[in-house]
């Protein structure tokens, strides 16, 4: 018993994911201001805003429904620290395999899309239900295109299992290969589940002001912010578990580390694309999502039916 | 979605300056705009009627930070007209010289702010980076970085020594190699041709019947530059292009501004090897003969109009500024409807809008009679505090703020 | 050739080379020589002519007198522009700019200085 509430709240669970999200959020910030030929924030950057954000007024208005209006942010963060436990990070064993894990993952990373749509909707302001119509017609686009490209390698492997997925790549590593079209995919639906440029809409700072955020201050911002950090750690972790499933070592500590690497490489991918696009307008974002990441997702899935076929021959 | 109304200002992150445009959405597309303006009105024209000739050069200056030296050297080439002055040659070369420059970093700052509209934060960052080359000749050779205060009436205030003509050289080597990158970068990046193209149309026929004037206007094909069309200092004697682009459209504005920074390279090039040597300055006399005198400067946003009434002593009678964005915002409505919400902020900035030179009282017109009304100091001084009375607030005890009143 | 992520070579090579900003203010600012900052006054060379307080356009500059020829210069920090138009019409140059412009203070009284 205690050793299940220690690996939920401290290892891997609440205060890990916490630290980690808030140092690859400054590994994120440092890069991009670096690919910019700038020096960047200080280390303590991520955790000074959100102690900041905390220690400030936090103004519900007057008209939006206030018991909603507070306590959205605390779903927001509590699905995507529960999906973090389910996504294998020292070895080929996640803390609670179960069969159909991958497809739960998936659901609660849908949660904090609809918390920040309801976020929106409910502050009853113009600029915020702008972005949370925004939120709901960019997630519209990208959902199909992320959900195909990372079932594609689970259906390779047979299994719905995030760890079995692991496993299976593991004992067959050169097949990874044929996912390379379904990662790029993943990789830039990803970047539109977590809103940041080109697909930052939403959000977009100089069009509607705060967007779906607009009305949020204080230590309900701080939450959202937060809840933002998670989702970046744990889409990286998915997509890191999901398309680079090698080299991972017996020994558990090395495979954390490998682990760490593998997210370094995901999240650095994720800054570069930041760094190099502009912000797209809505009609082109849905446009470039169902013309040309849909399609090359069931290419995808296509590839790896094939391949699965051909490998039980 | 049914219709909303939605506001654009006055402070919004879109902005760099306050004005209130007031959209009416239907979805994501515009279906009506109007604009309201006076949001940053300062009162320079009266306040330069109390300040001598001399110290309104350094107010009218700070009408805005960004072109700065069009206004100062236009308002000062009406004064020169005024007291029939003959300016020394060097003079001239070194106003033109610091035009251009502040004509590079107008149109490089324009570039990073037109990243930032669109989300494209690091071109915002390299055009700065590179703007800070310039803004550091700036401050090498006249002492300041923004508002530089070059101009006095008869002449510039400082020299340039041949070393820092060396430096200045040098630096456009190293800029002109970045613009070059720009240029490249604009028409080649997919997501910003995808978000410049298509938006904020003005075609030739209302771009002349608004009144546009500057990049605006020579985006949509037409090659009007003052500089060319009735040259003042040494323009004439200067050998440059005038930048044109058929495009119509935000792009094309884009392409006329990085090809102008290439152009202005030239021309400073040329004035720093054409320069002639000999004095800087003529004595100018502290009052000034009455007349009426009229210039114009082709300022980086487009044609900047300066007026002067004199009346023989040592203050000017009226002083009026037409600054190009006035009538560039004629466009803006006409621009802007039918577009999305989203085309909005980077339509706005592609008419490079600087509104703290937009903001000049046209006419007072009082809103329940329709009638025109003229004010003096002191009517307009009794109308404010009777009308802040009524919202229960007393001025009337306040003392002046100023020594002479 | 239009296609998505032109400027990616750039950047990488941006990732070696030297930041183009500074950790100011725990790395000093540079400025040019002939920077217009806040202004240093000779009493030896003041005659008391007050053209400077004439020409001021923002009216920053007080002359007073101490003793008989002698006489002190006293700066109102927020009010002056740095324009420089006083060190220009000064007939005994006894006014210059200096290269202070870290000036920022948190009480208005600390801006009228005697200089």
Redesign the interface.
Known sequence: MALTLFYILIFPGFLFLSVISLVFELIDRRLYARLQNRVGPPWFQPLADFIKLLSKESIVPKEADSRIFRIIPVFALAATATAFMYIPMWGLKSLYPFSGDLIVVLYFLTIPTLTFFLAGWFSSSLYAELGAIRVMTQFFAYEVPLYMSILGPALLAGTWSISGVTNYYHMHPLIALVNIPGLVVALFATQGKLERVPFDIPDAETEIVGGTFTEYSGRFLALFRMAIDFELVVMSALIAAVFFPVFIPSNPILGFLVFLVKLLIVVFLLTLMRTALARLRIDQMINFCWKVLAPFSLLQILIDLIVRGVIKA | MGKMVIPLGPQHPALEEPESFSLLLQGERVAAATVALGYNHRGMEKACESRTYIQNIYLLERICGICSHSHSTCYVQTVEMLAGLEIPKRALYLRALIGELERIHSHLLWLGVAGHEIGFMTLFMYAWKDREVVLDILEMLTGNRINYGMNTIGGVRRDITPDQAQDVLKCLDVLEERTAYYAKLVTEERTIVNRLSGVGILLKEDGLRFGATGPVLRAAGVAMDIRKDDPYGIYADLDFNVATDEHADVYGRAIVRVTELIESYKICRQVIKEMPDGPIVVKAPSKIPAGEAFSRYEAPRGEDIHYTRSNGTDKPDRVKVRAPTLANLAAITHMIEGGYLADVPIIIAAIDPCFSCTDRMIKVIDSSSGRENIFDWAGLRKYSMEWYSKQGIDFKNMNAFRKED | ????????P???S??V?K?????YPFVPAV??????GALKFDKEKCIGCKICER???S?AIEIEKVADKQFKAIVLMDKC?????CV?SCPKDALE?TKNFELASLNRESMRVEI
């Open positions: 050739m239009k296609s998505v992520g032109r400027i990616v750039y950047l990488l941006m990732l080379k930041p183009n900003t500074i950790m400025v040019a020589d002939d920077f217009r020409v001021c356009p009216d522009i740095f324009c420089g138009q220009d700019n």
